[in-house]
């Protein structure tokens, strides 16, 4: 397989913990560069979609997640280094830099990093620390076997402490401090319990995303981080096109029209999984249940993704026309893809946290209510019972995250974590899937290949 070797400078952000400030580093970083003038791309490691939702929305930069349960190690690096004509990669790590898949570092942040070669800064949260930040960095270092980690910056510090620890630190551990960032009352980046708030409801995030690039470039060493980034070595990477599928039948004189759900309720997308679906002779068109009056003209398939349904469930249910549309497009046999909250969508009703039932499309007979826990959370393999989208005997990968539980999670379908444990889900057939995982479609591209062509038979793309 033709082979291409390519450098890119890069660095991925990472961090001893949840909750230590490197998502906010990040943006700022990202925006620092671009203010600078330059190209940025931004990655996200791991299945969160909210993240790459900031890097996109607020900061313009083209995002993406990358995922390596999702994804074996030769597609990542594909995923990475094709197409990348960024003058730096900023790529956000996940949880702390060695939290994988159980007790293990499998498809954690380090494994990324040592995976693409990218150089690690960790962002450690100083907060109530003096001395003993000594201890936990060296922690890390010592659990380093490839000297990934170049740098650190010191989160929530003051500049009178910094100026005492940056030495000791540098002359003891042989590592370098790249600067610190003061403790910012006044830039927050408030959370609920799918992780982030979304961009668009933070008001004012794009002041506070400059302010904090603005304190950032006064107190880290901006030059310095970009050193870092241009000595990653190059690598070798075999092109995306050679590792996907090539379509099954000649591509249509007219793209299949996909419509896609896309507004504040239903926003949570793999972007690897919309170019998918073009690559493959699909043209998405977007729309908003809870805006719009009624479906795209001319469409063959339907998708409706995940996100926060239960923010806006009575605006969803008073757009009765849009109900209806879906309802009866899916009546009619239209091919349909329904992901957690697309999935809640679909139900009759939606309970939401404070008790209120309120009235959904219809298409799955029953109700979807809030528990104050969660429900299902984590990587998750799919295997198919049924001829559908999902071939039997086939698996396609994916992530639960949900907080809601339905009444009839449907039987078509096998669901494994990696612990072992499973448990059957999803409504799917011939020209359906619907339920809670959110599918990563590259995990087994035949899945988007064979919705499309369902699409194809049933609607206007023959």
Not at 14 to 31: F, V
Not at 347 to 355: A, N, P, V
Not at 392 to 401: D, L, R, S, V
């Amino acid at each position: 397989m033709n082979m291409e070797t390519l450098k890119i400078p890069r660095i991925l952000l990472s961090a001893p913990k949840s909750g230590s400030g490197k998502t906010l580093i990040s943006i700022a970083l990202m925006n620092a560069f671009a203010e600078a003038g330059k190209k940025v791309s931004a990655f996200k490691c791991g299945p969160d979609y909210i993240d790459p939702m900031f890097h996109k929305k607020v900061l313009g930069i083209p995002s993406k997640n990358l995922d390596l349960f999702f994804a074996d190690e030769k597609l990542v690096k594909s995923l990475f280094f094709s197409d990348n004509t960024s003058d730096i990669s900023i790529i956000e790590g996940v949880m702390g830099l060695y939290d994988g898949i159980g007790a293990t570092d499998e498809a954690s942040a380090y494994h990324l990093a040592s995976v693409l070669g990218a150089p690690v800064i960790l962002v450690v949260d100083s907060k109530g620390m003096g001395r003993s930040l000594l201890a936990e960095i060296a922690g890390f270092l010592s659990l380093d076997k490839m000297h990934l980690i170049k740098g650190v910056i010191l989160n929530n510090m003051s500049e009178s402490f910094y100026s005492q620890i940056k030495p000791v630190i540098e002359s003891e551990l042989a590592v370098q401090v790249l600067g610190f960032f003061p403790v910012q009352k006044s830039i927050k980046i408030e959370s609920r319990y799918l992780g982030l708030k979304l961009p668009d409801e933070i008001s004012g995030i794009k002041a506070m995303v400059q302010k904090a690039s603005t304190e950032l470039i006064k107190t880290v060493d901006i030059k310095r981080i970009e050193k870092i980034a241009e000595e990653a070595q190059a690598a070798a990477y075999v092109p995306l096109e050679n590792l996907l599928p090539k379509p099954e039948k000649p591509k249509l004189k007219t793209p299949l029209r996909i419509a896609l759900a896309r507004d504040e309720a239903f926003c949570f997308y793999y972007d690897d999984n919309i170019k998918l679906l073009e690559k493959f002779g699909a043209e998405i068109v977007e729309f908003s249940p809870l805006r719009d009056r009624k479906l795209p003209p001319e469409i063959s398939g339907l998708i409706l993704g995940g996100g926060y349904p239960e923010l806006f469930a009575e605006k969803l249910a008073a757009n009765q026309s849009m109900k209806e549309a879906v309802l009866a497009a899916i009546n009619a046999g239209m091919p349909s893809i329904a992901e957690c909250g697309g999935f809640m969508y679909l139900h009759e009703f939606l309970q939401t946290e404070d008790g209120k039932l309120h009235s959904m499309a219809g298409a799955v007979k029953g109700t979807c209510t809030f528990k104050n826990k969660l429900v299902r959370f984590g990587y998750v393999s799919i295997s198919g019972k049924q001829p559908g989208f999902l071939e039997p005997g086939t698996a396609i990968k994916g992530h639960e995250f949900h907080y809601f539980d339905s009444t009839d999670n449907g039987s078509g379908c096998t669901a494994v974590k990696p612990s072992g444990v499973k448990w059957d889900c999803v409504h799917c057939g011939e020209n359906h899937w619907w339920g809670f995982p959110h599918l990563y479609f590259l995990s087994n591209p035949e899945f988007a290949q064979r919705f499309l062509a369902a699409c194809a038979s049933a609607g206007k793309g023959e």
